[in-house]
């Protein structure tokens, strides 16, 4: 399978671990251009990237991707880098029952817990979701407009499992509908740049350290930003 290539250059192309697990993918318009997107059945699916030092994040970081949940009954993990049982460098997750999103980092039994949005998610819509992260505050986006930011300075904690899309290893949950153009930088993205990946969701970005477009029909799984 070739559209899981990552276009960034930095080879950090996704793999299916097993046929079986392999996500399903589908035919979308109306982000663009037309696109291909990846569809994942909340049981067994995902698709992982293996670990390197480009995708080992400790301070500023953004994480972006299209989003289109089946329902919100069980958590769901658009993209996690996590130990099992231990610990998340970094993950964006849903909610389950509200469909609000959350930023993973560092230790999951710290007092506060994670930083929220003040938004909710809506199941079989699709939505831009991304956080920014610069060391001492998440800001959350919704479809490229700002909606809140948290105050938060605990590290994210480095570790070397591979970095999931649609799943995560700490307790084994995954997610449930269509994910598409995955992106994750080693920078906080300012507002503006946020509301230009929204608006250009096909577009390459040179400073991303990962971009999963899905759309290569000869190539989908390839790391597609070009570094």
Same mark, same amino acid.
């Given at each position: 399978?070739?559209?899981?290539?990552?276009?960034?250059?930095?080879?950090?192309? @996704?793999?299916?671990?097993?046929?079986?697990?392999?996500?399903?993918?589908?035919?979308? @318009?109306?982000?663009?251009?037309?696109?291909?997107?990846?569809?994942?059945?909340?049981?067994?699916?995902?698709?992982?990237?293996?670990?390197?030092?480009?995708?080992?994040?400790?301070? +500023?970081?953004?994480?972006? @991707?299209?989003?289109?949940?089946?329902?919100?009954?069980?958590?769901?993990?658009?993209?996690?880098?996590?130990?099992?049982?231990?610990?998340?460098?970094?993950?964006?997750?849903?909610?389950? @029952?509200?469909?609000?999103?959350?930023?993973?980092?560092?230790?999951?039994?710290?007092?506060?817990?994670?930083? +929220?949005?003040?938004?909710?998610?809506?199941?079989?819509?699709?939505?831009?979701?991304?956080?920014?992260?610069?060391?001492?505050?998440?800001?959350?986006?919704?479809?490229?407009?700002?909606?809140?930011?948290?105050?938060?300075?605990?590290?994210?904690?480095?570790?070397?499992?591979?970095?999931?899309?649609?799943?995560?290893?700490?307790?084994?949950?995954?997610?449930?509908?269509?994910?598409?153009?995955?992106?994750?930088?080693?920078?906080?993205?300012?507002?503006?740049?946020?509301?230009?990946?929204?608006?250009?969701?096909? +577009?390459?970005?040179?400073?991303?350290?990962?971009?999963?477009?899905?759309?290569?029909?000869?190539?989908?799984?390839?790391?597609?930003?070009?570094?």
């Amino acid at each position: 399978i070739n559209w899981l290539n990552d276009i960034s250059g930095n080879n950090n192309h @996704a793999s299916c671990p097993t046929l079986t697990t392999c996500p399903g993918s589908g035919f979308l @318009a109306g982000l663009g251009e037309p696109t291909l997107w990846t569809t994942y059945n909340g049981t067994d699916q995902y698709l992982q990237i293996s670990d390197s030092p480009t995708i080992e994040i400790t301070d +500023q970081l953004t994480i972006s @991707a299209w989003v289109n949940p089946t329902d919100f009954v069980k958590q769901g993990n658009i993209i996690c880098k996590s130990n099992a049982g231990i610990e998340y460098n970094y993950c964006l997750i849903i909610e389950p @029952a509200s469909g609000i999103v959350k930023f993973g980092g560092g230790d999951p039994n710290r007092p506060g817990g994670y930083p +929220q949005s003040t938004f909710a998610l809506t199941p079989n819509t699709w939505s831009h979701v991304a956080i920014t992260y610069d060391g001492a505050a998440v800001n959350f986006y919704l479809n490229g407009v700002f909606r809140n930011s948290v105050n938060d300075n605990a590290a994210t904690k480095v570790n070397s499992s591979p970095l999931y899309i649609g799943y995560n290893n700490f307790d084994s949950q995954f997610y449930k509908g269509n994910i598409d153009e995955v992106r994750v930088w080693r920078r906080a993205l300012s507002s503006n740049e946020i509301t230009e990946i929204a608006k250009f969701p096909n +577009q390459e970005e040179k400073s991303v350290i990962s971009q999963m477009n899905f759309d290569d029909k000869n190539n989908p799984m390839k790391d597609e930003s070009g570094r």
